[in-house]
């Protein structure tokens, strides 16, 4: 099982937007999100963890992950 942050990173790599990512989380059944701001909160205690400040270092963070 996937967690969320997880999950988050995986549709931030494929190109998805916070309003997108809330709505794949309510499609999703393990999880049960409230709506955006709930997103919101994670993909800041995303950013917190790579440390970096912005969705753009964040991106590149990710990326390089894959390499």
Do not use: C, W
């Not at 990173?9 to 989380?25: N, V």
């Not at 955006?36 to 993909?43: L, R, V």
Request: hydrophobic content about 35%; proline content about 1%.
């Amino acid at each position: 099982m996937i967690n969320r942050q997880e999950y988050i990173i995986q549709l931030l790599k494929e190109g998805h937007d916070q309003t997108e990512i809330a709505k794949q989380f309510k499609k999703h059944p393990d999880f049960k999100i409230a709506g955006k701001s709930t997103i919101e909160k994670e993909i800041q205690a995303i950013k917190k963890k790579y440390g970096v400040k912005t969705m753009f270092q964040l991106g590149l963070v990710i990326g390089k992950d894959e390499k």
